[in-house]
């Protein structure tokens, strides 16, 4: 019988790699506050009555907004 596990090691180099998209989006609205998250990254959801359940569902339909939220993330737990 042979071990058809296979293992995935795809995600090895990935800093974002167990990080949730709402514990992030926690941490930066913990960090910046609303205001300044919206002057950081300009989205509606951020700027216009904002919500961490809002912004959620923006960002899991909007890779390019997701992917701004990310960046600013690592850039933010870096320093």
Known sequence: ???????????DNN???????????????EKYGWE????EININCFT???SINSSLKFLRKTQWA???V???YLNTVKK
């Open 36 to 39: 300044e998250l919206g002057c």
């Open 70 to 72: 990310e960046k600013l």
């Open 66 to 68: 997701r992917d701004k």
């Open 48 to 50: 216009n009555n904002p």
């Open 15 to 29: 800093p974002l790699h167990g990080i949730r998209l709402i514990d992030a989006l926690e941490f930066l609205v």
């Open 1 to 11: 019988m042979t071990n058809n596990i296979k293992t995935d090691n795809s995600q």
